[in-house]
């Protein structure tokens, strides 16, 4: 069938019909329901799609299926981790960091690869409990350069990502990004898996940055993620990410793998879905929690007392 729609092949005793939105539709509406649903009330009932509708608004884990089984969409991920359109909705152009200097922040590092896409997250508390979000993606030369990723190549264009001499990604320019950004924030945290980047955290600390080990695995992620989720659906997350924007496209790939705890840790679909920014954006939020459950030792305020 997918043939026939691209129109490679001809196949004139098939006849094909599809019900569904049009671009620009707010799958959230009931017109929504109608469009994609001709039999609304007939052969299904309405108040069972606006249940389901409501039940994929509140959980970005059921869009994607509601919207392939009831709105007849072609979505990216069945399972998507994050509600994308409140993501959306926290994008604030206006956003600078310099307004923000002298805050304490922290910086999650995602360099699981040499030859794709790197990235590191910064994340800062704003003055209502939620969070403003900067984050710098890096990609080697070759990478961008190939025919296949031609979206690479309108983020570059934009300065959206930030493209380094050869095959492999420049460490050395994501190190000077972070002492740059430590300049303006002289409290800065990073936390980094050291399976992927002790070598660079070791090289950060001779510099007198703080770097706080923080390992890609379900005990420390879960929690994190979570409250990402929760942040973004709060609309407690502002970030500078337009719709068109590698974060935002990231953002969307990203699957929630649940386990039989209710554990959850992100994934993504295929090779192709990149997830790194958001993988980044989750260490940093993890260790934003982490540093405000640690209290100040009695001991730094009134000594030790003898008797």
Partial sequence: MGEILEQTIDDEEKFFI???VDDGDDWTSDIALV????NIDISV????LRSRQKEAIQNA?????FKTKHLNLWVQSRSAAFNIQRWNSGYDPTLDIADFAGRKARLGLDLASEVDIAALELVIEDDDGGFVEFGKYYLPEEKVS?????H???WQAAGEIIVTDGARIDFGRIEDDILALAE?????EVGFDPYQANYLATRLSDRGISCVKFPQQVATMSPAMKRLDALILSGKMRHKHSPSSPMTWMISNVVAKIDAKDNIYPRKEREEN???GPVALIMAIGRAMDGAAVQESVYETRGILTF
Avoid: M
């Fill in 274 to 276: 990149k997830i790194d």
């Fill in 35 to 38: 469009k994609a649903n001709p």
């Fill in 152 to 154: 690479y190549h309108a």
């Fill in 45 to 48: 009932a309405a108040d069972f």
């Fill in 146 to 150: 190939d025919p296949k990723n031609s």
């Fill in 61 to 65: 884990r059921e869009q994607g299926r």
């Fill in 18 to 20: 599809e019900y569904t």
């Fill in 184 to 188: 303006i924030f002289p409290n800065l």
